[in-house]
């Protein structure tokens, strides 16, 4: 990606869908040339978002096409996101083949956590909060991420199934909504719902503790406003970089739940129309998080979800890693990793002879190095599932990998083929009558299975766990790739050299050539 290109993110929630376009600048910046917004309750039903409405899915497949043909008038790349909503439902496929089809935009289906630090990323862009130990909370409408970070590094980070139109439909329906006064006996059983599920959290943000309080999307976006509108002797200040406090914060939910119904209410300066029937759920659900985690002012951050998609991409295009992990993504699988590998030593040896492999028959098997991610991680966590037990363990690990919600910086279509990697490290190669990797794209599968066949010889190459390959040496002969297994010439590896060449055969098939494995002394 070059200066003066553009790109494009949308963020698909739980209440709207977002489109942004920006400019590529000088210095890695960003200039936005389109925002829009649509409202379209993706989420909303009597379902508790386990499935995604008919006319809620024509809505959003709707707000895309015309996004889509916005991005399009500057030619900008779109990267395309999805929360809670999506996340959760049932019928979430759906969904994301309908956009695919309709649209013509493919959508990341992204967890809590990578969530969290996509809005982490797009805060520290727009605040000088970068020394700062930060509380970032965001409420949208079905789900609340608390993160606690410090300059580019995520410390702690939980996704809740708390958000506005969620806590609205369980607590405040059924005619608090529709022109009665809410109730305190309403108010005071959200707020225990609520605690119940920041208890978990807490412990968390205790240990790491924080200087700064963030809060970025919609909800806190009109209740800062709300604050701002307290004060009509005041001009109006901008509402990024505008503090509020706990005291301002109560005198907003004190007027919006003594409203006598939902028309005085919209009659509450500085209240989005658009957020009448919600903003209750998100005004007591704030009031509550600054309660359980004693934060006395916060900062509202316009930037949050969808800016941090942008810088990703723009990051992502720029390549921070060539050739390895970057920071964030290796941490979060050394993370995984020590959490459920029994035998790290083992994961790392073979992880490195995997890379060196990779390296050298880049000529062979034609894979870019945005790969080496791929082989990386599922190197370092093909065996996470022997957690589970030692049986079919190949098949526990994909489980776990897929799974797990600490694979920050990953998006969840990389997670899946992380874990499909992972997965046929041994036993069976993959085949079409296996589902998931049935599902994936002709690319996708011949990714598995060269970085799958990748990965088989290099532990093959470490079969008795001692560490004794040093590294390797390949070379070609015709139509026969020779790899030597460079060893200390007092040590003996023949059981290596027969487990490796054992299990050469998927990625012979891979690159259409024969594989023969020897050693060589140093």
């Known amino acids: 990606m070059s200066e003066n290109d553009f790109v494009a993110a949308i963020d698909i929630g739980t209440n709207s869908v977002h489109l942004l376009v920006a400019r ?16 379209v309750r993706l989420g909303s039903g009597a379902t508790d978002m386990k499935v995604l409405a008919d006319d809620a899915m024509d809505r959003g497949i709707a707000a895309l096409k015309r996004f889509r043909q916005l991005a399009e008038v500057w ?8 929360t809670s909503a999506v996340r959760e439902a049932e019928n979430k496929e759906v969904f994301l083949q309908r956009a695919r089809t309709e649209a013509g935009i493919d959508i990341e289906v992204i967890s809590g956590v990578e969530e969290a630090r996509l809005i982490h990323l797009g805060v520290i862009q727009s605040l000088a909060v970068m020394d700062k130990r930060l509380l970032v909370v965001d409420i949208g409408g079905g789900s609340t991420e608390v993160l606690v970070g410090l300059g580019g590094r995520t410390l702690t980070a939980r996704s809740h199934k708390l958000g506005a139109i969620r ?19 309403r108010i ?48 109006p200040l901008a509402l990024n970089g505008f503090t509020f406090t706990r005291a301002e914060l109560e005198k907003v939910v004190g007027l919006l739940t003594t409203a006598p119904d939902e028309k005085a209410r919209a009659q509450i300066p500085g209240i989005d129309p658009r957020r009448v029937d919600i903003i209750v759920a998100g005004a007591v659900l704030l009031e509550a998080i600054f309660a359980t985690f004693d934060i ?20 992502e295009y720029h390549g921070d890693s060539l050739h390895h992990l970057n920071d964030l993504r290796r941490s979060s699988v050394l993370h995984v990793a020590e959490m459920f590998d029994p035998d790290r030593a083992h994961s790392e040896q073979v992880t490195e002879l995997a890379l060196a492999l990779f390296h050298q028959t880049k000529n062979y098997h034609g894979l870019g190095d945005r790969y080496i991610d791929y082989l990386e991680a599922s190197g370092l966590l093909h065996n996470v599932g022997r957690v589970v037990a030692h049986d ?20 969840d279509h990389e997670i899946e083929l992380i874990a499909l ?63 030597r297994a460079v060893v200390a010439s007092d040590v003996e590896a023949e059981l290596e050299i027969y487990s490796a060449q054992e299990r050469s055969d998927l990625f012979e098939s891979s690159i259409g050539m024969t594989v023969e494995i020897s050693s060589v002394t140093e």
């Open 24 to 39: 590529v600048m000088p210095n890695r910046r960003l200039e936005l040339v389109a925002s829009e917004k649509e409202v």
């Open 75 to 82: 030619e900008a790349p779109i990267h395309a996101v999805a």
């Open 167 to 185: 806590l609205t439909e369980r607590f405040f329906t059924n005619g608090s909504q529709l022109g009665e006064k809410v109730s305190p006996k």
């Open 188 to 235: 005071e059983r959200a707020r225990k719902h609520i605690r119940s599920f920041l208890a978990e959290t807490v412990a968390d943000v205790k240990t790491t503790g924080f200087e700064m309080a963030i809060g970025s999307s919609g909800t806190i976006e009109n209740i800062a406003l709300m604050v701002q509108r307290l004060h009509a002797d005041r001009p």
């Open 296 to 315: 006395e002012s916060m900062t509202v951050s316009e930037y949050a979800l969808r800016e941090g998609v942008l810088f990703d991409q723009l990051r």
């Open 392 to 411: 079919a363990h190949h098949r526990h690990s994909y489980y776990v990998i897929r799974h797990t919600d600490q694979l920050t910086g990953f998006t």
């Open 421 to 483: 990697i992972a997965r046929y490290h041994r036993k069976s190669a993959p085949k079409d009558k296996h589902p998931d990797f049935a599902v994936l794209g002709s690319e996708d599968q011949q990714t598995v299975r060269i970085l799958a066949g990748i990965l088989r010889i290099a532990i093959g190459l470490d079969r008795t766990r001692q560490g004794l390959v040093d590294g390797i040496r390949t070379s070609s002969d015709g139509d026969t790739l020779h790899i």
